[in-house]
Structure formats: structure tokens, C-alpha cells
């Protein structure tokens, strides 16, 4: 189901397995055990533009109210892990703190659009959680993740290792009446702070004392071993020359994918349905019909039969000529005469021309 790109697990992921974890567990929390404390969690955006209420800007968009967002999320999250790894913790982090800051500016102007345009208030009907920032990570997901084909269904349909990512995409995004609004918003931030528009890679960071200080305190918390039931890829030395033998394997299988889907769609000739295999073109047919009809002169006049006696004696004289024929040009190459053209040649065609049987030669 999903991308097959590193190894399985979360392992060098602590801060996506603590967003798998922390979330999870509070928003499980909060709808089985204290039910009475979700009013704190609600993402108002009129509370906070009425009453000041800054504080829901946090919570609010921190846990999910909805385990099937939460179920959601955490899935598209585990899958996002790859960018840390690739990345790093720092720069991961970075990339989800600046997307979440952004994409609450983003909504707050989404939201005021659609209340002047259509006069729908659509602020106190936002979904909480962490959504976002994980709408925001499909930017780069679609940017640097290559597409590798691993089926075709119904001519130019395929399906790669990235559609059922986008389908769990799509269902969230349909989850909610609002939550469209998130999600552009989300998309918008992940493209601002990809392409560093207004260099906000230098404004919104985390700075490197306090990556040292979560590493030194959260990290060996969060912290996973490395797998040992999985078959490496590359025997580089280093970490590094790894990840480069990965990411070559990966380009091999790319290139692959796309020799294969080239090939098929030259046999398909740009069309759902191969009109060639129903309707074949008329050189093909010509040839198709002009082989019948040899089949059929084939048929009707089978080859002569030929006696014992007769196939031996044409055996011997076909012998018999070929040793004259050798002994002559031996003769001659020995006592240094030369050969004129028509004799050359004749020599030559009878001695390498193919042997054919005396019984083919009697037919013909």
C-alpha cells in the first residue's frame, strides 16, 4: 500500500513516531474517557477573532475530535516518514512548524473570503487536529518521490505506489464539510515553504539549540532499533553510500516502470481498444491473404515421389561432382595457374553453395 522507499518501521523517525503516538493516544483519550473536555480542543476561528481566545489557535489544531481523521492522518503520517529520514528531524520539523503556521494565516483568509463572497460562516465549523501539515507534506511527496508503475487497468489507468496514498488523501479530505478549507490552505503553505517564497526556511525553523535539547531528552524516548528481519539493500559502508545505492535501485526501477509503460502504449497505439487486432491494416491483410493462398497451391500440388534407386544415383553424381570440382581447384592452386572470372566463380558456387538433398533437388 504504500511507497517502497526505506525500510519498513519508524525507525530514524522519533518525531513521526511521537505524531503517531501522542496524538493518537489523546485524541482516544478525550473521546472515550473525557468526553467533557473536548470543548477545549474545538478549533474556533470566530471564538478567536471575537473573544481572543489566541489559545484555540494551538489546541485547536493539535488533536483530532474524529478518530476516523485520526485514523486518517496517522496513516498518511507513517507513510510521510520518509521525509525525515531523508531530510532529517531538524529539517522535518522545521517543514511541519512553518506549514502550521502558515496554513492558520491561510484559513483565517480562506474563511473570511467565503463569508464576504457566499456569507457561508464557515469559521466555528473547521476540524481540529493536525491536518495541515499533513496536507502540506503532499507537496513534496509529489515534487521528489518518483512514480513507479505496478499495475495498468482499463488502457491509460495505472495504478503506482503512490495512488493509494492519494486515495487515503481523498478520503480525507471528503471527511468533513469544511475541512476543503484546511486542506487548501495545508497545500498552499506546503508549496510556499518548498519553494521558500519569502525565505521562510530562514524565518520559521526550530533553531539548532533546541533540535540538541529534544534530541537529548525526547529522541532515546521515541528512539527505534533498527530492523533486523529485513534484507539490506547496497552494502555500502556508510549510511550514506546506502541511501545512494537505495535511491540508484529506485531509479533503476523507475526507468523500468516507464520502458514497460512506453512499450505498452506503442502496442495500444493511443487507444483503449486496439482497433488493429479487430480491424488489421490492409499490408498486413495482403500478406495474411497471399500466404493463405501458397498454403493452399502447397495443397493442392504435393511434391513428387521419388524412388530409392533414383535418390541414390542422383547421391552419387552429386558426390562425384563435388570431388571433381575440389580436385580441379587443388590441381590448379597447386601448379600456380591462374583462373579466370567465369571459373572462379563457378568453382566457388558450386563449393559453398548449401548442400541440399538430392531429394529436394528431384522435386524441384
Known sequence: MFTSTGSSGLYKAPLSKSLLLVPSALSLLLTLLLPHCQRFFVYDLQAVKDDFQIWRLICGRIICLDLKDTFCSSLLIYNFRIFERRYGSRKFASFLLGSWVLSALVEFILVEAVRYSFGIAAARNLPSGFLAP???????????????????????????????????????????????????????????????????????????????????????????????????????????????????LLDRQLMLSQFAQARRQRQQQGGMINWNRLFPPLRQRRNINYQDGRRSEQQASPPLEVSEEQDVLA??????????????????????????????????????????????????
Open 134 to 248: 499533513v496536507f502540506a507534506l503532499f507537496v513534496p511527496f509529489y515534487c521528489s518521490i518518483p512514480r513507479v508503475q505496478v499495475a495498468q487497468i482499463l488502457g491509460p489507468l495505472s495504478i503506482t505506489n503512490k495512488t493509494l496514498i492519494y486515495i487515503l488523501g481523498l478520503q480525507l479530505f471528503t471527511s468533513g464539510s469544511y475541512i476543503w478549507i484546511v486542506a487548501i490552505s495545508g497545500l498552499v503553505s506546503g508549496i510556499c515553504y518548498n519553494s521558500n517564497v519569502l525565505r521562510v526556511h530562514q524565518v520559521l525553523c526550530i533553531p539548532s539549540w533546541m533540535a540538541k535539547f529534544f534530541s537529548w531528552t525526547l529522541e532515546p524516548i521515541f528512539a527505534s532499533s533498527e530492523p533486523a528481519t529485513e534484507a539490506r539493500i547496497g552494502m555500502g559502508a556508510t549510511v550514506d553510500i546506502q541511501r545512494q545505492q537505495r535511491m540508484e
Open 315 to 364: 547421391a552419387s553424381k552429386f558426390w562425384q561432382l563435388r570431388i571433381k570440382l575440389l580436385s580441379t581447384f587443388v590441381g590448379r592452386f597447386l601448379c600456380g595457374r591462374k583462373f579466370s572470372g567465369n571459373v572462379v566463380f563457378s568453382l566457388l558456387f558450386h563449393l559453398t553453395h548449401d548442400l541440399k538433398s538430392p531429394k529436394h533437388s528431384q522435386n524441384k
